[in-house]
């Protein structure tokens, strides 16, 4: 039962750097979305993926570029880390019509010095 | 445009003590709402609620909806300090967009 998979759990960034995150769901959900939580802020969302081959801005997109590799799988990239992007990210997943119950993974810790 | 106000933002209490967590929302085309338990890691799903008045529960901890003043109460009872965790709600739209309350943060003391 592996659920939703996030990797890397922790990662140091100088800033201008760039990484990928990767995010893998096993629960065959449509619906695949990353965001960021910072303290007193509650989740914001990034960018989602109602389905395979479609994404979507959310809140606050900007710096950051996503991948919906397959349905499987949703990635979120920064081009050009900045210390603002200084959060911990989560990836979720959900059945998009059947069952709006979103799942997330265990969410990555990212420090952009 | 739509938002999500929880409150209080924090809360202490102290092992035993009942506590009630409040949620409003102001969202076009409200489906659901959501509630979610954050500990030190990935928020964990609580409650769904569709319809106003029907309380939804799970040992302790309780959850109603009212669809005419536009908010929800997760209640938990008897608290204990593993019920300490930041508390998240959500409203979920008619296109299943998931807005999110900024959490209460609760704090159980023994």
């Known amino acids: 039962n592996a659920g939703v998979t996030q990797t890397p759990k922790f990662q140091v960034l100088k800033t201008g750097q760039s990484m990928t995150l990767q995010c893998a769901q096993d629960?065959?959900?449509?619906?695949m979305y990353w965001y960021r939580q910072d303290p007193g802020m509650g989740l914001r969302l990034i960018y989602y993926s109602a389905s395979e081959g479609t994404t979507d801005k959310g809140e606050v997109p900007n710096g950051y570029n996503v991948s919906r590799l397959n349905k499987r799988e949703f990635s979120l990239r920064l081009e050009s880390a900045a210390p603002s992007q200084t959060s911990v990210y989560f990836c979720?997943?959900?059945?998009?019509?059947?069952?709006?119950?979103?799942?997330f993974g265990q969410g990555t810790r990212l420090t952009v010095v | 445009e739509d938002k999500v106000v929880q409150s209080p933002l924090s809360l202490v209490v102290h092992e035993g003590d009942t506590v009630t967590l409040n949620c409003s929302y102001e969202v076009t085309n409200f489906r659901s709402l959501l509630w979610y338990k954050q500990e030190k890691k990935a928020p964990t799903f609580l409650f769904m609620l569709t319809s106003s008045g029907i309380e939804k529960k799970s040992g302790r901890l309780s959850s109603i909806l009212d669809k005419k003043e536009l908010f929800s109460i997760l209640n938990i009872t008897a608290t204990q300090t593993g019920d300490s965790a930041i508390y998240l709600c959500?409203?979920?739209?008619?296109?299943?967009?998931?807005?999110w309350g900024a959490g209460t943060k609760l704090i159980i003391k023994p």
């Open positions: 979720a997943s959900s059945y998009r019509d059947l069952n709006t119950e979103a799942f």
């Open positions: 629960m065959n959900h449509n619906s």
């Open positions: 959500a409203s979920v739209d008619s296109n299943y967009q998931l807005i």
